[in-house]
């Protein structure tokens, strides 16, 4: 896909993101969604799974220090 097919490239790390997710393959789907621009998407996924220190993580990596106190509040 990075090859031939750039403009697929985001919504096929997103597709793989979300497969990954429903397999309960976190840190492998936090990469897709990050590599996909969408680390609101992985932030979520953590939240949803009750795994705060992830999403934290994730928040405050990619969103900074706002983003970061909006999950731990």
């Known amino acids: 896909v990075t090859t031939y097919h750039k403009d697929f490239l985001q919504p096929t790390h ?15 789907a936090e990469r897709h969604y990050i590599d996909g621009a969408d680390w609101k998407a992985a932030v979520n996924m953590y939240r949803l799974n009750l795994l705060w220190d992830e999403a934290l993580r994730v928040a405050k990596q990619h969103g900074g220090n706002t983003a970061g106190s909006q999950v731990a509040i």
């Open 14 to 28: 997103l597709h793989l993101a979300k497969q990954l997710e429903s397999e309960g393959q976190f840190k492998q």
